[in-house]
């Protein structure tokens, strides 16, 4: 069960932070302070709806220079196998425009590139058609998403939210570290001493 408790350690990491973010953040329109998009991913968004239990956090930032970006999504009961960004408004199934990778051993969904000039425009403009879909043996076609949404960091947020992944990665590297611990030497009973070589009374 050691792998749900370190999903459990990541979702309240991740959680607390976009919290910490969507706290901080106003509604800066210039094009020129990065941008940070996020998703809540539930069951109930799901098309159809299902009832998992499961829920996930997704967080894409954006340089709106050079149209780079950085996605992630983590998620918490659920036995994923895949995730990925799909195109598409709420209630509706749409095709994967970004499919996620995950690195043996690590529990975190992530894909970097360069969003073609459609996907900046819409994501600019504020549009809710692209969501993070996180599927399962159980759901093949999708447990849990939720619809992206535009947020807006200053520089000076877009560096702290880099420092606190950066931490976070390092947390969950010595999380999955198997103990290194050497395990206790058992006494060696003493050796009774040889008859006739002990101290004379």
């Known amino acids: 069960m050691k792998s749900l408790s370190i999903k459990s350690f990541l979702f309240q990491w991740v959680s607390l932070l976009t919290l910490t973010l969507l706290a901080s953040c106003g509604g800066n329109s210039d094009v020129s302070v990065p941008l940070v998009f996020s998703a809540t991913l539930t069951g109930a968004e799901e098309t159809p709806p299902n009832a998992s239990p499961g829920k996930g956090i997704g967080i ?37 425009v970004i499919p996620l990778t995950r690195e043996p051993g690590s529990v975190i969904w992530e894909a970097k590139g360069t969003l073609t000039e459609a996907q900046e425009a819409a ?29 807006a960091l200053s520089p000076e947020q877009q560096q702290r939210v880099e420092q606190l992944l950066q931490e976070l990665i390092v947390q969950l ?5 198997p103990s290194t611990a050497t395990p206790a030497t058992p006494a060696v009973p003493a050796t009774p001493p040889t008859p006739g070589t002990g101290s004379s009374s």
Not at 123 to 149: C, K, M, W
Not at 173 to 177: C, E, N, R, S
């Open 60 to 96: 894409l930032t954006f340089n709106p220079n050079d149209r780079a970006f950085n996605a992630r999504v983590v998620s918490s009961g659920v036995a994923d196998n895949a995730a990925h960004i799909h195109q598409g408004p709420p209630g509706v199934a749409g095709p994967i």
């Open 173 to 177: 590297q010595l999380q999955l570290q």
């Open 123 to 151: 994501l600019r403009a504020g549009n809710i058609d692209y969501y993070f879909n996180v599927h399962s043996p159980t759901f093949p076609a999708g447990e849990i998403r939720g619809q992206i949404e535009r947020r």
